[in-house]
C-alpha cells in the first residue's frame, strides 16, 4: 500500500456545497419540482423540497420516487434532475457574500480548502466554475464517489483522505442536520450556518463547535475565521 503523504498540522477546511457556499436550493427545488411535473407530480412545493436539504440527490430521489410510486428507475430520475439543474445553475448560482469573503480570506492565509456535497461531481463542478470559487478551491468531492451519503461520515473521510489531512486537523462548514451529523461522525470540528431558520435547534447542530442560529444572515468571515485560527 502507498503511504499516505503527511501535511503540516493546520486546519483544513470543508465546506458544504448547497446551502452553505452558495444559494442553489432554488434551483435544486426548480429542477425537482420540473422532473416530477415530467411524471405527474404536480404538488411538490418548496415546503416538501426542504425535507431534502443536506441530503444527496440520489437519495433525494429514491424517496421521492417510493413516496409518489414513479416506476421510472432513480438513474433515470438522476440523469434527468442532474441536466435540469445543470441547466438551471449555470446560468444563474450566487455565493452567499459573507462566505466569498471568507473563502477569499482563507486562500489568501494559504489554508487549504475543498469542497464535499451531496451532489453529482458535474453539478459541483459547474457551479464552482460559474461563481468563481474554483480558482479557489479546486478539490471536491462528491458523494456518488463513497458509499454512503451524508450523514454517513464517508463524504467528508474520503476528502481529508484527499487532503492528505487527519480528521481531527478538518472544520467542515455545513446547513443542514445530516451534514453536521456527518462531520461529527467523521471526527471534525463544524462550524453551523443553517440554512433553514427552524432547524437551528436540531440536535445535530447540538455538536457544532460554532452555531450561526440566524444562519447567513448572522455569518461573517470574521468571526469564522478568528474561530478557525484563534
Not at 422532473?35 to 424517496?63: C, K, M, N, Q, S
Request: hydrophobic share 45%; net charge negative; glycine share 8%.
Amino acid at each position: 500500500m502507498t503511504p499516505r503523504p503527511v501535511t503540516e498540522p493546520g486546519p483544513h477546511v470543508i465546506f458544504d456545497l448547497d446551502g452553505t457556499l452558495v444559494d442553489s436550493e432554488p434551483n435544486y427545488f426548480e429542477a425537482g419540482r420540473r422532473l416530477l411535473a415530467r411524471y405527474g407530480v404536480r404538488d411538490f412545493d418548496w415546503e416538501a423540497h426542504t425535507r431534502f436539504i443536506g441530503i444527496g440527490t440520489r437519495e433525494t430521489l429514491t424517496v421521492l420516487r417510493a413516496e409518489y410510486g414513479i416506476d421510472a428507475p432513480v438513474e433515470e430520475l438522476l440523469a434527468g434532475k442532474n441536466a435540469l439543474y445543470l441547466e438551471l445553475a449555470g446560468s444563474s448560482t450566487e455565493v452567499f457574500p459573507q462566505m466569498r469573503v471568507f473563502v477569499e480570506r482563507l486562500h489568501a492565509a494559504g489554508v487549504p480548502m475543498a469542497v464535499a456535497s451531496g451532489s453529482s461531481r458535474a453539478a459541483i463542478g459547474a457551479v464552482l466554475a460559474v461563481t468563481g470559487l474554483d480558482a479557489y478551491i479546486p478539490l471536491y468531492v462528491s458523494a456518488e464517489e463513497v458509499a454512503h451519503g451524508k450523514p454517513e461520515p464517508d463524504v467528508f473521510l474520503e476528502t481529508a483522505r484527499r487532503m492528505a489531512a487527519e480528521p481531527a486537523d478538518c472544520v467542515v462548514l455545513e446547513d443542514a442536520p445530516p451534514g453536521a451529523a456527518a462531520a461529527h461522525a467523521a471526527g471534525m470540528r463544524c462550524f453551523a450556518v443553517p440554512y433553514v431558520p427552524g432547524t437551528a435547534s436540531d440536535p445535530a447542530f447540538g455538536t457544532a463547535e460554532l452555531l450561526f442560529v440566524d444562519g447567513q444572515s448572522a455569518f461573517t468571515a470574521d468571526a469564522a475565521y478568528r474561530r478557525l485560527l484563534g
